[in-house]
C-alpha cells in the first residue's frame, strides 16, 4: 500500500496509506455477517494498526465505508474486517456481500484509530451486534496485559452474533446476551458499580450508545467512557441560523469564506487544497485537521469532550466556526 497525504491530529499523527488488497477469503460466520481477510497483491507487509482501529474501503468512486479491523495487529501480512447486510443498505454492505469473493481485489485506506485502547487495570467492554468488531483486539490487548476485564456481548439471536467461537476461549470472562433468549443488556447491573480504576469501551447501535451515556454520565468518574458510533449523532443548527465565517489556510496562504450553506470541507476542496474525506458525517475522523486559531462549532461524532476542550483539532465535514476567523494548518 502507498503512503497518501499526513493529518496531524491531537491524539496521533497518521500517515495514511492506500492501495488495493485481495481477498484471501470470504467467510460467513454469522447471518449477513462476512468476515474478509485480505492480504496485499505482492505478499508485502501491510502497516501498523492497534485495536480500535478502521480502515476505508473504497468501494466505487462514490461509496466508501468505514470497518474495524478485528484481526491480530501482530499479524503484518493480514488484516480482517466483518461487515454486516444492513437491511437499509445504501449500497456499501451489499456490494461487499455480493462482489467481494475469495480472490477479488478491493483498494483500502488506512488504517486510524480514534477508538484506541488506553492503558487500565480494569475494563468493561460492552459489544451490540456488529460492534463486537473492534471490541475483539481490545479483550486480547486486555487478556495479554493481565487486566481485569469483562465482555458483554448482545445481540438479536445467537445465529447472528459473529465470534461466538473465537470468544469462547475466554471462559465467564464473556457474557452473551442474545435479545430472543435473555432480552436486552442489563447496563444498570453491568454499570453499577462505578470505580475510578476502570474503563469502559461500548461499540454498537445508536439506542445502545446512547443508553450507555445515560448510565455513565451520572456516577461513572469523567472520561471513563469511550465510545465508536456507526452514525452521526443528531447536531442543532443554531437557532439562529448557520452563519459565514472567515477561513485562513496556513500552510496555503490562503484566506476564504465559508458561507452558510458549505461546509469547511467543501469550500477547501474548491479552493483547489487536497483534503481527504470520506464520511461526509463527523464519525470516521478521516478529515482531521490541525487548528491554529479560532472556536470551533465541534459537531462531529468521534472527539471526547476534553478533545473538544482543547480546541486544537477538527473535523471539517461538519464542524464548523463559533468566532468570525478560522485558521487551519493546512
Known sequence: MSEGSTISGTRTTVREHEGDLVVESAEVVAEDVVVLTLVDPDGDSLPPWTPGAHVDLILTEDLIRQYSLCGDPSDSRTIRVAVLRSPDSRGG?????????????????????????????RYIFIG??????????MIAEAEASRADWQLYYGGRSRASM???????RYGDRVTLVPQDEL??????????????????????PEPLL??????????????????????????????????????????SGLTL????????FQV?????VSVLGSCHEGICGTCEQVVLDGEVDHRD??????????????????????????????
Open 93 to 121: 454492505s451489499a456490494l461487499v456481500h455480493d462482489r467481494l469473493r475469495t480472490g477479488a481485489t478491493v483498494r483500502v485506506r488506512g488504517p486510524r484509530n480514534h477508538f484506541p485502547l488506553i492503558a487500565s487495570p
Open 162 to 168: 459473529a465470534f461466538l467461537d473465537e470468544l469462547t
Open 128 to 137: 451490540g451486534g456488529i460492534g463486537i468488531t473492534p471490541i475483539l483486539p
Open 183 to 204: 432480552g436486552l443488556l442489563d447496563l444498570t447491573t453491568i454499570l453499577g458499580d462505578p470505580r475510578a480504576d476502570t474503563l469502559v469501551y461500548c461499540c454498537g
Open 268 to 272: 477547501i476542496e474548491e479552493a483547489g
Open 301 to 330: 461524532s468521534v472527539l471526547s469532550e476534553s478533545e473538544r476542550a482543547a480546541n486544537d483539532a477538527m473535523m471539517v465535514c461538519v464542524s464548523r466556526c463559533s468566532s468570525d476567523r478560522l485558521t487551519l494548518d493546512l
Open 257 to 264: 469564506t465559508v458561507p452558510p450553506d458549505k461546509s469547511v
Open 210 to 251: 446512547a443508553a450507555v451515556e445515560e448510565r455513565c454520565a451520572t456516577d461513572w468518574p469523567v472520561a471513563a467512557l469511550h465510545l465508536e458510533r456507526f452514525a452521526a449523532k443528531v447536531s442543532q443548527a443554531p437557532a439562529g441560523g448557520e452563519r459565514s465565517f472567515e477561513l485562513v489556510l496556513a500552510g
